[in-house]
């Protein structure tokens, strides 16, 4: 976004009128002097009194003069880049339009005063992403190019206006020469240490975050934010401008901490900064409420989220592309507190908007991407597939191949192919490939496929190469992450897997260890992750005959699987089963006996008789009565297996 640049001619005008005082213009209410000043607060980034000065020239001229005036038409234009920069859309757009045709009739269609009425125009459409944003900006920017000397401020702020609305549209290489060219303008016309400069430095920095170059976008929004602490202070507009910047491109780099950080310093000036209502304080409550979910601080993240939705749909109306986007947030809040219904028909009506439309935008490819993740964590994997297969069709040729998002979607889709039981090797490759040559082969995206390509290996039970891909992927977060991260944790899990796979036992026990310990201080006891970790080191202290242990273990995991799904389910049923196989290897085999009939009760009622989990369980206990010599219990087990093969057939 831009400010309107300190005009030369106004402050010579200024000198002209007998270089008039603020306090004088208060009394004399001299429109060129108004006027002159609302200019300068608004490049000084003082909105608010620049809207209060403003209004007042506007009315100076706007009922003597009349709605042919060029002053009055001046002064609309002004007040709408300011209501603009306060996210005052509706008046402010109207004011403009006013304006503009106030000019269109009194001068030719290539007068600056027509070109600067375009311009301002043109913001409105980036904002509202109106396709005819890019023919208005550029027309502008022709006239400024033709009549003013090579270096000036309006062509400066035209070239800022088409690299944002290039940003809008993911245009990353167009929005970089545009965006230098800026950069190299406004340094000629202000030197270094100014408010222009540190505003086009920052929207350098957000051209690599747009072009998914994080690294890059972080070593020069970190840069900026230093520089205007410096010039312009640690509250100054700009300055809380860039903090939110970095913040947004640390949470892409999954640096959660440093992000924290700064939205909440964020946050603790976002009403004297912004107000009640502006974009930027949409995207600070997103962005929060994006760590409460990570943290998993579900309700916070919840209403973060739904006050992000409610600036946005106040400023933007229900259509526009981040009310979408917000909505989506959202509805995976809900789904995180097991809301899945509420979350699936936001999911739905958002997704049905971008089909009625009939236009493959970037929105809709993101909310298809949301679908897929939807899909797939309700293990609808063919219908998980036709969303990711759409995303991906949208999105490659909007991102490029070489574009995080591009590479998300395509190991998202190999992912649910995989679990479809398709080869899927090769994307993962490629993905990999992306990862490395975009972040650098010790970056965390990097880690993250090396351990899908892991966890495919070890489904294809090909154990040394899954081992190798999570050893690089452990080495990676060593370096990268803090030691007790939870991805640390799942990664030492899996390893400690293919670890037992390949009879290495104690070490896979050492790793579950670690894992569990990970577990207990990153996420809540109560979890999926903890009630695996503990059957694994259940299972793996059994193999080594630790049989103590492994019931200790078991019942753990017996006890936090009813914690989260009561005292019937599939988990509870599962840890049932394990604590009575190894009571029955141990040889307290009439406690084995109860561990397997409350089993079979539960996976009869879940599964029905002829899964195969059932039948696993009844010929153990075939094998139990067997061993305590109730031969009766031995046929009427046998009898009730042949009946629910039968009745599979």
């Known amino acids: 976004m831009r400010r309107l640049p300190i005009c030369l001619l106004m402050i010579a005008l200024v000198v002209a009128i007998g270089n008039i005082s603020w306090a004088q213009v208060e009394e004399s209410e001299n429109w060129e002097a108004l006027y002159a000043k609302a200019k300068v607060l ?50 402010g757009e109207a004011m403009v339009d006013r304006g503009m045709a106030i000019r269109k009739r009194l001068f030719d269609g290539e007068h600056l005063d027509v070109a600067e009425s375009l311009l301002t125009k043109g913001k409105y459409e980036v904002v509202f992403m109106r396709p005819e944003a890019e023919r208005r900006v550029k027309q502008a920017l022709a006239i400024f190019e033709k009549l003013l000397d090579k270096n000036h401020e309006k062509t400066a702020d ?115 900064v ?105 293990k609808q994997e063919d219908l998980a597939v036709e969303q990711y297969e759409k995303a991906y069709s949208i999105l490659k040729p909007i991102y490029g191949e070489m ?44 880690g993250d496929t090396c351990v899908r390509l892991g966890e495919l290996c070890r489904e294809n039970e090909r154990y040394n190469d899954s081992e190798l891909y999570y050893r690089r992927a452990m080495k990676i977060y ?71 242990d492994a019931i200790k273990y078991f019942k753990r995991a017996l006890k936090v699987a009813k914690a989260k799904d009561g005292d019937k389910g599939e988990d509870v049923g599962t840890a049932l089963f394990w604590l009575a196989y190894t009571y029955q290897y141990e040889g307290s085999l009439q406690q084995a006996e109860q561990f397997y009939k409350r089993t079979y009760e539960i996976y009869r009622v879940e599964y029905g008789e002829s899964h195969d989990a059932t039948l696993s369980c009844m010929e153990y206990m075939v094998k139990l009565y067997e061993d305590m010599g109730k031969f009766d219990k031995v046929q009427e087990m046998k009898d009730k297996i042949a009946a629910a093969k039968g009745g599979e057939e």
Request: net charge negative; hydrophobic share 35%; with cysteine.
């Open 403 to 446: 574009h995080p998002v591009t590479t998300d979607c395509l190991e998202y889709l190999a992912s649910a192919r995989g679990r479809n039981g398709e080869d899927v090797e090769d994307i993962l490759k490629q993905a990999l490939k992306n990862n490395e040559e975009m972040f650098g082969e010790n970056d965390t995206r990097v």
């Open 274 to 378: 912004w107000g009640d209502w502006h974009l930027e304080v949409g995207s600070l409550k997103r962005h929060l409420g994006e760590i409460a979910m990570i943290d998993a601080e579900y309700e916070e993240g919840e209403q973060l989220l739904q006050e992000a939705v409610d600036q946005y749909r106040h400023l933007l109306g229900d259509e526009h592309m981040l009310v979408m986007r917000g909505r989506a947030d959202f509805a995976w809040s809900l789904y995180k507190q097991e809301r899945k219904q509420e979350a699936k028909d936001i999911f739905v009506d958002v997704l049905s908007f971008y089909e009625m439309k009939d236009e493959e935008s970037i929105e809709y490819g993101h909310i298809s991407l949301c679908m897929g993740w939807y899909y797939s964590n309700e």
């Open 42 to 91: 608004l490049g000084d980034a003082k909105y608010a009194e620049a809207k209060v000065v403003g209004e007042r020239a506007l009315k100076l001229v706007e009922k003597p003069m009349g709605e042919g005036d060029a002053k009055t038409a001046k002064s609309l234009n002004q007040m709408g880049e300011v209501k603009w920069m306060l996210c005052e859309y509706k008046e």
């Open 478 to 548: 060593e370096k990268v992450l803090d030691g007790d991260h939870y991805q640390m944790g799942v990664v030492k899990h899996n390893l400690g897997y293919v670890y037992q796979m390949q009879g290495k036992n104690f070490a896979a026990k050492r790793l579950y260890e670690e894992a569990m310990k990970i577990y207990a201080e990153e996420i809540d006891e109560v979890s999926d992750e903890v009630y695996s970790c503990l059957l694994s080191l259940g299972d793996v202290c059994g193999r080594i005959g630790m049989k103590k």
């Open 158 to 272: 035209a070239l800022l206006a088409l690299g944002a609305y290039y940003h809008t549209l993911q245009k990353a290489d167009d929005a970089r020469v545009v965006l230098e060219r800026h950069l190299m303008m406004q340094r000629k016309l202000y030197g270094e240490e100014h408010r222009r400069v540190l505003e086009a430095k920052r929207f350098m920095g957000i051209q690599f975050k747009v072009a998914g170059q994080y690294n890059d976008a972080i070593a020069k929004l970190e840069e900026t934010l230093s520089e205007c602490k410096r010039v312009l202070g640690e509250d100054d507009i700009d300055t809380v401008r860039t903090k939110l910047e970095l913040a947004i491109s640390y949470l892409k780099k999954d640096n959660i901490e440093a992000a924290g950080k700064l939205l909440g310093e964020v946050d603790a000036v976002r009403k004297k």
